[in-house]
């Protein structure tokens, strides 16, 4: 692992407040995203999980500056991006990529994949030496599709090799940094093993590092180096993946792994049963945010925030005041039902 | 299939159409209704202006007549009335000081309606004139009619308030065309204007500082009819007016109908020439020209006892002609409106340009334009044959389609540029113009004028066209009433001109005064020797046509006959079969 | 040539690294939604026939002067020798004969036929004409003000409600017959190219309303989609995205409302001819014809029949095709 000098992308109290407006007054905000800390080195993939609604897709969205931050920073290759006009994004935009959830969507059903792909290319006026065409085919047969179908629409290719295509136009300008933004959630089961296994290819024959941004743990888990747990806009436990999987201490955390079906466990897997719903991210619960479904939760708990720091001196950090500390499966106390 | 339907059922509607005009047109015979040579006459014997007034063969009384017109008559009360439709309406509610006998054949007779006779020149010097009011005249309520209520309402027609009527009067009793500024109406009800006076309640004075030998015809408009000071509601008159005629007004629904009752107070005895047939007669307003004629034309219930006021439009001409049923129902006949294309001689300067676009004017052609020979009539005088005393005569004959060869002759080469202007309703006219004129050389600048502004906007002396079409019916037969009024270069003001052609010649204008003051029965063969040396000496304007009317009733009217003072039916001795 | 979708996936996933590729060999060409939809239009019986039938009168139109020519009559020639005294056409059916096809106008004499060539050029250009124009300006308005939101929506909306809420015929009424005295003097022609540009114009103030929202509704839903956010995240600026992203997207919507604007044109410069502000005498016009007409119904028939069967046969064939249009555009295939 690279040292934490050398990382690629820095993030720091990043906040995405939307204002509620009534008429024109403004009427509270949806706190989606409410301080986020976290970083990505060269090369490496950090998988960001949480429940929807949780703000990971608005992380990602202003990641590429597609959405404007409401406080907080984010420095690419050292240099602060912010809040950063679009001319000096221009060299950015090279540097970091973004790949979209929905294949159908994500593609302009008027133009023929070749001038997808190369959209990129064009919109900052690059020439590739060969000519972009050259560029194109070059980029179709990386992804695994017939660079012959270059003069091809959208329409007339399935889910998964559409989310090749948007791939492929994500490669185009040769970034160092991919968010994936729920790549492979509208793909059936089969396809998302083939995309993620691309993925994995790629990341490792071009060394990109990516943000990657799921619900799905057991895709995360194939995929990623480093995962971030979030919760109502807050990252409540980051870590390597191992450390993650094996010894996950927030209960947030327990209670998501314990919820991955297992076809190779027989009998009942002692599942974490969360009752009530999420709460409102208009009005956050005070304290830590987890705690109104939290069976360990305490009064400390309302009224003391917990600091997303190292809990057992080791990398991993978690943002509770009781964390577990045994391996997953392991339950240290009874599992208590939490009246909302 | 949807096509071969639509197809299938555009080919059926294509052939009724088709069907419908089947038949060969092989051209008219070029009749264009009676032909009537004019003529007058002021009958001085008192027996004449006595009443009954003759019967008309086959008459009853009884029924309801009606009378269906598309927009509602503007005037009824009597000093304000000056259209058509009002002047042959006011003599059913109103009588005037004298007024003229008429069958309709041209031959007019001018008798004392409320006075004893036409009026007698006391001095022999047509400044002076008197006239004696019959005994036995009443008003719809009974009262009697005396020279104080005549002169009451000639007073009145001084109120600029009360604006409409023809000025003949008020202008030659103040002796100034701006008659309103020299004696005050509303501040001297009680007063007469100059000039006015009633010696005795049976003698009705008239002084005049010049001398005015139409009188007698002047005094048949309506704003001689009698009105008492305390039946006078000003504006509200119009609605309401106060009868001393065989109907009185018993209900006015504006914009939907007129409805005229007897007047039980009316004395046959005393009128020379109305008559009350119909106990009831009713304007129907609302209907247009085509929807009136077809509803006269299938004759069906109320629509028998009526008459279609706005005439056979010429789109329908060619239907009604051909119809020998219609024949009976039918009322045709010249009227005193002329139509010329007045030329502004204040721009076109040059005599051979007027002269040539006499000789270039295809008259046939613009007859055929503007609706063909059941609507007018080529003429090449400056004043319509209804005029007493008219000679038939060409000061350039071109024959009826015009002689383009002559004029370009006259031209010698010339390419004059002529801006016409023409009302915005008739479009078609300009362009039958421009094509005839171009032919002869010229060049013809289109412009088009709302059709409510053109009479002001010609009026104007500093107008900027150089020819447009005028019309013009004199309110009596005679040349006093058109010459001087269209030719009179004194009377050029900065608006409101009758001289549309700006023209002013000394020598012309000397005639005038010589002719009127001859006494009325000797001027119109002077006139007519001037109307020839106008067109000669001056060629002013190129005259055009004479507007024909052609009229439908129901099957059971009768007594409809075309007015030979003006041209529209009069409905005097109108009545229903029973 | 073309794979079905399912086995063209099937194949790829199977070989990810497909044969290598000739740089130079030309790639298999797919078909556009484009071309989809040109194909399922070729399909439909109607939409062909009203296509030949306005290409036929296109055709007839443009080559008014050379028809002329050809037919021995000009449009303004008068041939009053061949009407009767009343002013109507002497002969059969309004006057038709070999050397007049559709016969004589009453009054002036004026040759129907070439007339009414004349007056369909008149009609389809200042038709097309004010589309062109419409179509324009509502699509620039309704892109700006999709595509940016915020006040400039607000703006844009603002002004179309306004425009909308004028009252089209009142307003018509009162300015054109005054705009020609603002131009041209007391003695001068107000030549007939002045009159088209001024009906042209009038149309362009009202009409570009119903293609400005149509198009903003249009630009408001595909914003949102992650192809946008795609080009956006690539670096691209506002001319790239309403033009080269969105504007494709929006042809359909855009052609259909232009096939529709076509005839309300053809019917409304007709409508205000008819009400005397549209194109003067002599200039030959359809709605002029059919109002000078109809009080000839019962007299001659013909001089009605042939403008009104002209002008509801040239509406009804571009009606059927802007419908066929909108069918052969069905957005759910462009999937």
Known sequence: ?340 | MRLKRAAATGGALALLVVMGACSENKGTDGDSGENRVQSGSIATDPKDSMGPAAEVAGAAKGGTFRVIRETKISHLDPQRVYSFAGLMNAPLYSRFLTTFKDDGSGKVTLVGDLAETPGTDVNKDCKVWEFKIKDGVKFEDGSAITSKEIAYGIARSFDPDLTGGPTYLQEWLANDPQYDTKWNFKANKTALPPGLTTPDAKTLKFEFAKPHCDLPFAASLPYTAPLKADKDTGVNLDNRPFSSGPYKITKNTAGVELVMERNENWDPKTDPVRHAYPDKIVWNYGPDAEAGANRVISDNGDDQAALAWNGVPSALVARVTGDASLKDRSVRGQTPSLWRLTINTQRVTDLSVRQALNYAIDRDGFVKAYGGEASAKAVTTLMPPSTIGWESYDAYPAGPSGNVEKAKELLAGKTPELVLGISDDSPELATQLKTNLEKAGFKITVKTIPTDAKLDEVGKKNNPYDLWTDQWAADWPSGAAILPVLFDGRSIKAENNSNTSYVNSDEINKEFDRILAMPAGDQGKEWAKLDKRIMTELAPAVPLFVEQGYYLHGSKVGGIYLSSIFGYPALTNAYVKQ | MSLSPVEGAARAEMEPAADPVKPDEQGIVGRSPGQLAWARLRRDRTAMVSGVVLVLFVVLALAAPLIAKLYGVGPNEQFQQLLDGNGMPLGYVGGITGDHWFGLEPRLGRDIFIRMIYGMRTSLFIAFAAALVTTAIGVAAGILAGFLGGIVDTVISWITDVALALPFLIFALAVVPTVGLRFYGPREEVPPAFQVIVLIGIFAAFGWTSTARLVRGQVISLREREFVEAARASGAGLGHMLFRQLLPNLWAPILVAFSLAVPSYITGEAALSFLGIGILEPTADFGRMIFQSIPYLQTDPAYVFFPGVTIFILVLAFNLLGDALRDALDPKSSR
């Open chain 1, 1 to 340: 692992m690279s040292t934490e000098t050398e990382s690629l992308l820095r993030v720091r109290g990043l906040t995405k407040h939307f204002p509620v407006r009534e008429g024109f007054r403004a009427r509270g905000a949806v706190r989606a995203v409410d301080g986020l800390d976290f970083d990505v080195r060269p090369g490496e993939t950090l998988g960001l999980v949480g429940e929807s609604g949780c703000g990971k897709t608005t992380t990602g969205r202003m990641l590429v500056r597609l959405l404007e931050p409401t406080s907080g920073t984010i420095e690419f290759a050292g240099r602060d991006i912010t809040h950063a006009r679009r001319g000096a994004l221009r060299p950015l935009r090279q540097d970091l990529q973004i790949i979209f959830q929905d294949p159908y969507a994500s593609l302009n059903p008027r133009h023929t994949v070749g001038r997808i792909v190369a959209m990129p290319l064009q919109v900052n006026g690059i020439n590739p030496p060969g000519g972009i065409r050259k560029r194109v085919q070059e980029l179709l047969e990386l992804v695994g599709l017939n660079p012959e179908h270059y003069n091809r629409y959208p329409h007339e290719f399935s889910g998964g090799q559409r989310q090749r295509i948007g791939i492929a136009r994500a490669l185009a300008l040769r970034p160092k940094l991919i968010v994936a933004d729920e790549p492979v959630s509208a793909l059936d089961v089969s396809i998302q093993a083939q995309v993620i296994n691309l993925l994995r290819d790629l990341q490792r024959d071009l060394d990109l590092a990516f943000v990657f941004i799921a619900h799905d743990l057991a895709v995360v888990r194939h995929f990623c180096h480093r995962v971030a747990v979030m919760y109502l806009g807050k990252i409540v436990e980051i870590g390597d993946r191992d450390d993650i999987y094996q010894r996950p201490q927030h209960p947030y955390t327990r209670a998501l792994l314990s919820a991955i079906p297992d076809v190779t466990a027989l009998g009942p897997a002692g599942r974490i049963r969360l009752t009530g719903d999420v709460p409102t991210p208009l009005n956050p619960p005070s304290g830590c945010r987890f705690r109104t479904r939290c069976w360990k939760a305490q009064e400390r708990c309302a009224t003391e925030e917990p600091a997303l720091v190292p809990r057992d001196g080791g990398a991993q950090l978690a943002a509770c005041h009781y964390p577990e500390n045994g391996p997953i499966g392991v339950v240290t106390s009874e599992p208590v039902e939490v009246s909302q």
